[in-house]
């Protein structure tokens, strides 16, 4: 009789019960409570395996042995890689579990009825987020006296009992039921259908979703800080100091005051496989759950995450050079909770030793130790919450880096501040255009200055702040036109650019929830002439428009075109026809004036860097003279924060 100790250890997992629960009803087994007890050590190991983690179906007892694999372990039985439990509060109870098979270098055996699983001890480096487990299903034969036989897994069987502690030597009645019967053996093919696993060099494919253009990868970091309701952003590029590599090499932060991830946010952030919104939410860009990770991984082969709430801090790491030779992904993330003043391992998501080991890991494959981890989190004590991206191995260009960056001179003026460029200076494809100077193609700054329809978050690049350009507030004979395309209004701002002239660009700027997605789109007569519309912008936000319902939108998880459907398609021939009736009507208008006089916008605005609300200047003030910083009680506006902001 097997005599339990004191302590038990129960399991719930969603992916070991549909393990279990699946080879076992193929042959007839209907149990869905699995009872485990120890054999020869000192841990009963009870698992209980429920439906929607709740109610019990069925109830079967099955039991555990503890041996050395090799002992238990056949080559040939397939094998399958399971999650170990899917609700936090158990992972806890799998990470004592598969402590003791690792310590123990055993194997635990488990029996129901006639399906066998061994469940292996983890390697030394694993996180215990997976576990592998071997199985097969037997047929029992009878014999002439309809004894149940015994099954080759080291139990004895119902009706022929041999001695437990002896079940390794001499010839007992199970051996003597089995020299007699020989045992007719189902192989089950793996299960292939449970679980999707990522392969570490998934992580380079996501990075090649923003390989025609890295921007597009800048631009998903930028999202996730606008959606976390940032108020000020920072983007650099520096050198840090690498171990490994043993020489410094260039690192990208990427640094907001957001309101912070907690630890189930974050996984979601780093982790694969999550569910889209139901509901196009017009006030958040991210919604395909891919944004972090296809940024990150085109930027740089390495990521950090440090991330703060008030109550809670996150540490996170995706890295292609830590899976480097694995054949399952590991993303270490160490998540911690707030008690007083001090931080501590938070224990209701993790265990210690795992957050220890995780940690371990961060600081031997990156840049960071405790003191600049430390130094990092320090830069929360300000604002107390936020999100900090660091991302090194960046990609490389030839010899060379994609990006290539310059700080800038400190007081120096706008055409002297930093910049993050794109080393091949490449324009983006679009129909019709012949012009060879599209500098938000290749410049970061340029781009963020146009980046958002209406731009509120402060922009920092290279330690000089952005000065954003609302584009509709910056053209000259300006033209309102409403339309309703497929049932729904849309409104087009069309105007002169002085800048835009003097480049030999034209186009729509068309905005999804605010924020870019194409510029300088040709329509009409632009396509075909490129004189034709020449410096005429367009703007016009396509939210309503792309909307399919049903969570459903027309925009390409890119978020850097649209998908080729009815609305978009309604779209072009209609701003077609708008763009060409403006270009006609303000022809003599539009043409250059003599002495080149430069055509200035109708409105001249500036930005309050408190309340982040645009103001409209007094005709004739010069803007020349605003300063570097400016609020809402300065001149020419003289007014209150409080007061509502001016349409243009």
């Avoid at 109610?55 to 080559?75: N, Q, V």
């Avoid at 047929?139 to 001695?163: A, I, M, V």
């Avoid at 045992?183 to 696993?197: D, M, R, S, T």
């Avoid at 835009?500 to 002439?529: D, P, Q, S, T």
Wanted: aromatic share 10%; glycine share 8%.
């Amino acid at each position: 009789m097997v005599k339990k100790s004191k302590e038990s250890l129960f399991v719930q997992s969603w992916e070991v019960y549909s393990l279990f629960s699946r080879i076992s009803e193929e042959n007839g087994v209907k149990g869905r409570q699995l009872t485990v007890h120890h054999l020869g050590g000192t841990v009963d190991a009870v698992v209980r395996l429920f439906i929607n983690g709740r109610r019990k179906i069925g109830s079967r007892p099955i039991r555990f042995a503890y041996e050395r694999p090799e002992t238990y372990m056949p080559d040939a039985m397939p094998k399958s890689t399971c999650r170990t439990a899917a609700m936090l509060e158990f992972k806890s109870e799998w990470g004592r579990f598969l402590t003791y098979l690792q310590k123990k270098d055993s194997v635990g055996i488990a029996k129901v009825k006639s399906s066998q699983f061994y469940i292996l001890p983890p390697d030394k480096e694993s996180n215990f987020s997976h576990v592998q487990v071997a199985y097969r299903v037997e047929k029992t034969c009878s014999g002439s006296d309809g004894q149940k036989h015994r099954e080759d897994n080291g139990f004895p069987s119902d009706r022929c009992q041999g001695s437990i502690e002896n079940h390794h030597g001499g010839n007992t009645a199970t051996e003597t039921c089995r020299r007699h019967q020989p045992l007719a053996v189902k192989q089950v093919p793996p299960l292939k259908k449970n679980y999707a696993q990522a392969h570490p060099s998934y992580l380079e494919t996501l990075g090649q979703v923003h390989y025609a253009w890295i921007f597009g990868a800048i631009a998903e970091l930028v999202d996730n800080s606008r959606d976390a309701e940032a108020t000020r952003m920072d983007i650099s590029i520096e050198e840090i100091y690498s171990k490994r590599a043993g020489k410094e090499i260039p690192m990208l932060s990427v640094i907001d005051d957001g309101h912070g991830m907690i630890h189930e946010e974050v996984e979601k952030m780093v982790c694969f496989g999550h569910k889209k919104p139901e509901v196009d939410d017009p006030d958040y860009i991210g919604r395909f759950g891919v944004g972090f990770k296809t940024g990150a991984m085109r930027l740089g082969r390495d990521a950090l995450v440090i991330t703060q709430t008030n109550d809670s801090r996150s540490i996170a790491f995706l890295s292609q050079s830590l899976n480097e030779g694995k054949d399952n992904l590991e993303i270490p993330i160490v998540s911690y909770r707030r008690k007083g003043q001090y931080m501590e391992v938070d224990t209701s998501v993790q265990l210690e030793a795992l957050a220890k080991y995780n940690l371990k890991v961060i600081k031997d494959f990156s840049p960071f130790d405790k003191y600049l981890i430390g130094a990092k989190a320090g830069l929360f004590r300000e604002n107390n919450t936020g999100t900090q991206i660091y991302i090194w191995n960046l990609d490389e260009w030839g010899s060379q880096y994609c990006l290539e960056w310059d700080r800038g001179l400190t007081g120096g003026s706008s055409f002297h501040k930093g910049d993050i460029m794109i080393r091949s200076r490449r324009l983006r494809s679009r129909p019709g255009q012949i012009s060879k100077k599209v500098c938000l193609d290749y410049s970061l700054r340029s781009y963020l200055e146009v980046i958002f329809l209406v731009p509120r978050i402060r922009i920092y690049l290279q330690g000089s702040l952005v000065k954003s350009r609302p584009l509709a507030k910056y053209l000259n004979q300006t033209s309102e036109v409403s339309g309703n395309i497929i049932g729904k209004r849309v409104h087009l701002t069309l105007g002169r650019s002085q800048l835009e002239f003097e480049h030999a660009n034209c186009g729509i700027f068309l905005y999804w929830h605010g924020r870019l997605i194409e510029a300088y789109k040709r329509v009409g007569g632009m396509i075909h002439n490129g004189d034709w519309g020449r410096g005429v912008i367009g703007v016009i936000d396509v939210t309503d428009l792309m909307n399919e319902g049903n969570g459903r939108v027309g925009v390409l998880n890119t978020k850097q075109s649209f998908l080729d459907c009815e609305p978009y398609a309604q779209l072009e021939a209609w701003l077609g026809e708008k763009a060409d009736e403006y270009w006609t009507e303000n022809f003599e208008k539009l043409k250059l004036k003599k002495g080149g006089s430069l055509y200035k916008p109708d409105h001249e605005w500036v930005q309050c860097d408190k309340c982040r609300k645009w103001r409209m200047l007094s005709s004739g003030f010069d803007v020349k003279t605003l300063p570097e910083e400016w609020f809402c009680y300065m001149d020419p506006f003289n007014g209150l924060c409080e007061m509502q902001e001016q349409k243009g």
